[in-house]
């Protein structure tokens, strides 16, 4: 038994697996470790010298599709990895198909990475620094997120896009990345005091969202499984609103479902609007 | 659109729809069932929002964008699209002829209009049988929600014993569970 480990770069990896398949090592031989607890039965082997004599031709396709699932936080992680390229490398193309039980599980894993992204990109709040302190730090945005996969790199680009040259800075339990108008630093150990600031920053603007979000709850509408298929509750904790959703739910389960819309909207006056004159 | 405001039918909607896909180039319709505030004035109903017939709009919308349906073909002759079951299913068990189709030789549009088999599952059995024959156990693997598909495909290694069945007889038993009726606005 192989067991490497591959510092959950998948760089490493692929050169680690580029050397295991020219030497034709079949996939139950080899292990990757994974965090501190080491399969017990794997007994470090060094990885054989040069590139073998096998020589694979795998799609072009297949190489995305696992960089993708590699980022994919769990169990096999990257022995799985491993058993789809020996199969496709060995022409059975049906392993990165979804109509195969393996391939659908590397398909299931890049649904969840891509949905992932998504989330980082739904719930990521930015909070405006202060001045003096924006000033101070090069900073005016600052988020706390906690992603269930490792996206954080390749999913932020999004938002040097939508926020131009503001400079700004994603902290997670993990890792970390900060833009400053012009390049990305992307930390793989999110350094303390970005974590401390993502978390203590304050929001001027989340009082005024709060009051927006109850008035604009509809609990008529309201349909907790959606709501938690699309926002999971995992989030809430890192959302102003997050409080609000299990006492707006409560209400509307208590009959207020019945009256439509917030009372407090309806009892207003209004604006009279004068018709235009011709 | 807003749902259920009026007295429109699901026709006018749908047609409406239809129209403004193909004469206008939109790219999305938008269906909201109407959801009264407290007094509003008696000329609404005050009643809970119709959110089944909200879904089922955006069924037959997505049938319309995306999988090659046309407004009548959904509608049948009643005018509203049926509650029970989703205009999908209720299409398939109108054109019986057409069905079983067999999963390894049909065309993709033709794939695509079997009831619990989406557009992407269509993109994967047309990539999977290219490399091989499909089985009934890779449509399992494939997600596709055999309850509804069962009575209408045909795969290498089975054939529908429902497919002699009559359509009433199908419908009954796919039917989905009504929700307990949603409390109407002010008891």
């Known amino acids: 038994m192989i067991a490497l480990d591959c510092d959950g770069l998948f760089a490493t990896w692929r050169d680690q697996a580029r050397v295991l398949l020219g030497h034709g090592i079949d996939p139950s031989q080899v292990t990757w470790l994974q965090g501190p607890v080491a399969d017990l039965l794997a007994v470090p082997t060094a990885l054989p010298e040069g590139a073998g004599p096998f020589r694979a031709k795998v799609p072009a396709a297949l190489l995305s599709q696992l960089e993708q699932a590699a980022r994919y936080r769990g169990e096999h992680r990257w022995n799985l990895l491993y058993e789809v390229l020996w199969r496709v490398a060995h022409g059975d193309r049906t392993a990165m198909l979804a109509g195969d039980r393996l391939g659908s599980e590397l398909q299931r894993r890049i649904k969840q990475v891509n949905r992932e992204a998504h989330h980082l990109h739904a719930f990521v709040r930015f909070v405006p620094l202060p001045e003096v302190l924006a000033e101070q730090l090069h900073l005016d945005l600052v988020a706390y997120h906690e992603p269930a996969h490792d996206i954080l790199e390749s999913a932020s680009a999004h938002f040097a896009d939508r926020l131009g040259r503001l400079r700004w800075m994603i902290a997670t339990a993990h890792d970390g990345i900060r833009f400053d108008g012009q390049a990305f630093d992307y930390q793989r150990q999110c350094p303390e005091p970005w974590r401390q600031w993502a978390r203590n920053a304050e929001d001027p603007g989340a009082e005024l969202w709060r009051t927006y979000y109850r008035h604009t709850f509809n609990p008529a509408r309201l349909n907790p499984d959606a709501l938690r298929l699309h926002m999971p509750g995992r989030f809430w904790r890192h959302l102003p609103e997050g409080m609000l959703i299990p006492q707006l739910e409560g209400q509307a389960r208590q009959g207020k479902q019945r009256d439509g819309q917030a009372l407090e909207v309806a009892s207003r006056a209004g604006k009279q609007i004068s018709k235009p004159m011709r | ?187």
């Open chain 2, 1 to 187: 659109m807003i749902v259920g405001a009026d007295s429109t039918d699901d026709s006018t909607l749908l047609r409406n729809a239809e129209s403004l896909y193909q004469g206008y180039g939109l790219k999305r319709v938008y269906y909201s069932a109407f959801s009264p505030i407290p007094d509003s004035p008696g000329s609404v109903p005050l009643a809970a929002p119709p959110l089944l017939r909200e879904h089922r709009l955006y069924q037959a919308d997505f049938l319309l964008r995306g999988y090659g349906y046309k407004a009548g073909e959904l509608l049948g002759q009643s005018g509203n699209l049926a509650l029970d079951i989703d205009p999908k299913l209720a299409w398939a068990l109108a054109n019986r002829e057409v069905f079983p189709l067999d999963v390894n030789r049909a065309e993709p549009a033709l794939l695509a209009r079997i009831p619990g088999i989406g557009l992407r599952s269509v993109q994967r059995l047309v990539a999977l049988r290219r490399e091989r024959r499909v089985r009934y156990d890779d449509l399992i693997q494939l997600r596709c929600v055999l309850e509804k598909a069962r009575p209408f495909i045909v795969t290498s290694d089975y054939r529908p014993a429902q497919a002699e069945l009559r359509s009433g007889l199908l419908r009954a038993r796919l039917r989905e569970p009504q929700a307990p009726v949603q409390m109407g606005l002010w008891g």
